[in-house]
């Protein structure tokens, strides 16, 4: 294993056609990966095709987005379009626990999530119910996590306040490793508090793409972040890095967020692969 994708969903519909040749792509190119769960039927797909390719670097993280923590808030069809999926979108879903531990004990379950909290997709009639659900969600994974001692991969929009309070007042129960988070797009202040509750970070695509104005300014952000708390990510198939921007994304296109996590800390890819690597090897506890 030479390249590490922290946070992908190779199990996603988005793959019915061609999964095997995806997955060979990354697997030739020395990269491994965590195919990531949204609810409760795609983190079982993602244990079952963790579990299918035994002998290869791919590892599963179950969990629920918080996207589908509540009735119909946000569906998307890359995810699945299975009746199970569109019953799921129509209900919400409230975390099972004992659900997810069945799943936690096979061997290739690395991570809790993606989980967390999105205030993007609101509806703005829903407000409070919605982020209540979220909140409720959030919390039960974070005992869960606990509870099965695997690190947290969080998905954050738009509510790293409210995060960054649920996580405090978490603060002493969290694991070692309490977890990581993915696509981060919050300002410096809120990625120090983070990480002074030792959590890791996941880079992705839009590192790649020019700084927007008053967006996250990735260049400085990763510059000021120790080098040890970084990782990288594709999130495929969603947002995939220049030069495969508007494209479908795939794991093996890591090694293009590697290159620019490399170019931002001004060293060689090959030191910026290595510390990765070695990264993600300690929080997933993966070899
Ligand atoms: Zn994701």
Redesign the pocket.
Known sequence: MLYFDS?A?AHFESYKNDRDEMLHRAFDAGVGMVT?GTQEETSALAVALAEEYAAEPIYAAIGLHPDHAAPASFYDEDEGVSEKAKEINERGESFDSDFYKKLAASSKVVAVG?CGLDYFHIPENRKDEVKHKQKEAFIRQIEFSVDVKKPLII?CRDAYDDLIQMLNAKKSVLNAVPGII?FFSGTRDEAEQLLNMGFYFSFGGVITFPPKKGKTDYAQIVKTMPIDRILSET?APYVAPVPYRGTRNEPAYVIEVVKKLAEMENISLEEMRKCILKNSKYVFRVV
């Open positions: 946070h969903h990531a993606e998905h993915h999130d």
